[in-house]
């Protein structure tokens, strides 16, 4: 009689923990190195495995990337969704986006610095299309806040909201070399000193 062998809990809970951790080691080499420039050995040779051992637990250096980015773009598109639909004013929330993004920023900074030095070559990469269309509904999200703010006359018109936002983008993704360090700053901080200085350059002179 032949008998299946069942992974015990124990051993699924392991193999997860390895697996991020794994993942956790590719993060800092994608930070470090450009997703372009780091290979399936660099990740390997950090994490102590031979590299054939990573497709073990995963199927490309593509999927390491895609794991590693949709959570965050995920959760930071929701939170600028909720933004965005709510009824503040636009200036308010503008300065609620900024803040969520540093927040993040904070957070995530491997990830950020992947944004920040990668993001331009994702759309080549069909793994992380849905990445791709994250990036490009945030930044449709952050220009209709801004078009809102012009239209109702709180924002300078002939503003461009797309250069605008693409600035505060590169702003936003700037910021993890604050968060560390000998006198690291706080998100809270940084996100209104960015704030400020964005939307002291759209407001109206009557609304500041």
Not at 55 to 62: C, G
Not at 156 to 178: C, I, K, N, Y
């Amino acid at each position: 009689m032949s008998t299946t062998s069942v992974a015990s809990p124990e051993s699924n809970d392991v193999a997860r923990s390895r697996r991020d951790e794994i993942l956790s080691i590719a993060a800092q080499q994608f930070a470090e190195r450009g997703v372009a420039s780091t290979t399936v050995r660099d990740i390997g040779s950090a994490a102590g495995i031979l590299s054939g051992s990573l497709y073990h637990h995963f199927e490309s250096k593509e999927q390491m990337v895609a794991e590693l980015l949709l959570p965050v773009m995920q959760r930071q598109v929701g939170h600028y969704r909720e933004l965005a639909d709510g009824s503040s004013a636009a200036a308010e929330t503008l300065r609620a986006l900024i803040k969520v993004a540093v927040a993040e920023a904070a957070q995530t900074p491997s990830e950020t610095r992947m944004f920040r030095n990668d993001a331009q070559s994702f759309s080549e990469m069909p793994t992380l299309q849905p990445v791709t269309d994250l990036l490009v509904e945030a930044a449709k999200l952050w220009a209709s806040v801004i078009e809102r703010g012009i239209a109702d006359g709180e924002f300078r018109e002939g503003v461009d909201a797309r250069l605008v936002v693409a600035a505060m983008f590169d702003a936003v993704l700037s910021t993890t070399r604050w968060f560390s360090g000998k006198r690291p700053q706080s998100p809270v901080r940084v996100g209104d000193a960015l704030a400020d200085l964005f939307l002291g350059g759209l407001l109206r002179a009557s609304s500041t």
